[in-house]
């Protein structure tokens, strides 16, 4: 942390990355660090890059914020955030690869340290926890706009606290934040209590697509590209579908093939922690952890679902799996 701080306070001009199709945690924890810097540094110039569109979903992130579309002259520092590697934050590659010093801050258990400083810790919920946690821990102030940034990223990242990456410091991180004056249950209902018609017509559609393998410990679901043009649905309509796939009792391992254009496949993959999806997905150029992980790659749906098959159902037992009891 205190390196951290040394390389902001020492830089004039700082980027911000994240991965490409940015979801809320990358959008949050970006903003919510420049806003962090802004108001901790006295005056700092820093942008905020990120490749790929913003689905309708996350919009009100934006709100009041600015994705930079193309650098300002030369940068000092660059900070990637919620990302495995260099690959996944897209165009803007070769833009951090030409800035002096990199600093990489993320949770997924595939990072590849390609910082010169790293903070990446697999035992987080989400990049907007590290971010917390290096501004408490540094003792930077914040206020209420920042708090509800990174409450949002971390909210969204868990499933509303109910993925396995959760754990104690967790609880801890979001009652601090609750301390700040913003609306959590608004933003708790926006996320969780607002499917649009589209949503629950693709949710219908992947539950009757599901195929079960190795005696039902591993699941499959697909959304076809047809299926958006159809009914008039966006990406962001399929954020929390995998997780009715995973909690299938008995399923150990759930994927989720989502086209997202023609042959352009986004394929996101859960586990109960028996098999380390994030290995699996760390073969195909994504990034994840033991519980959670996800990559994209062009081809045919059911040749990379078949795909999947042959790489998962080895590493399944034939035999029954222990009940799970408290």
């Known amino acids: ?4 701080t040394s390389d902001i306070d020492s830089s004039k001009k700082i980027a911000i990355f994240s991965h490409v199709s940015p979801d809320a945690d990358a959008l949050c924890s970006s903003f919510a660090l420049k806003n962090i810097i802004n108001q901790n540094f006295g005056i700092k110039f820093v942008d905020v890059f990120i490749d790929g569109e913003v689905g309708e979903l996350y919009r009100p992130i934006l709100r009041d914020e600015t994705i930079c579309q193309s650098p300002y002259g030369k940068y000092d520092l660059a900070i990637v955030l919620d990302s495995p590697n260099l690959d996944r934050i897209g ?8 800035i002096p010093h990199v600093i990489n801050i993320d949770h997924h258990e595939t990072n590849e340290k390609f910082g010169d400083d790293n903070y990446v810790s697999k035992f987080a919920s989400s990049t907007a926890e590290l971010i917390y946690l290096i501004s408490k821990g540094s003792h930077y102030s914040m206020d209420d706009k920042i708090a509800k940034q990174l409450y949002q990223g971390i909210i969204t990242d868990t499933n509303c606290f109910t993925s ?11 009652s601090e934040l609750l301390a700040y004056d913003f609306d959590a249950e608004a933003i708790k209902e926006y996320y969780f209590k607002n499917n649009s018609k589209a949503k629950t017509i693709l949710l219908s559609k992947a539950l009757s697509s599901m195929k079960f393998y190795k005696g ?3 699941i499959t ?10 009914i008039g649905a966006s990406f962001e309509d399929t954020f929390g579908i995998i997780d009715n796939g995973i909690n299938v009792s008995g399923t150990e391992v759930c994927a989720i093939l989502i086209e997202k254009e023609p042959s352009k496949i986004y394929v996101s993959l859960r586990s109960k922690g028996l098999v380390n999806v994030g290995e699996i997905v760390k073969k195909y150029g994504g990034g994840g952890s033991q519980m959670v992980g996800a990559y994209q790659k062009d081809g045919n749906i059911k ?10 159902s080895p590493l399944l037992p ?3 799996i222990p009940e799970f009891t408290f």
Not at 91 to 98: F, G, Q, T
Not at 165 to 173: L, W
Request: overall charge negative; aromatic content about 12%.
């Open 1 to 4: 942390m205190n390196k951290i």
């Open 216 to 218: 039902d410990k591993f």
């Open 318 to 320: 034939d035999e029954e």
């Open 221 to 230: 679901m697909r959304i076809p590209y047809e299926l958006f043009t159809k």
């Open 91 to 98: 165009k803007y590659k070769s833009l951090v690869e030409s």
């Open 164 to 174: 396995f990456a959760i754990s104690k410091r967790t609880f801890q991180v979001v």
């Open 303 to 312: 040749d990379i679902e078949q795909e999947l098959v042959n790489d998962i």
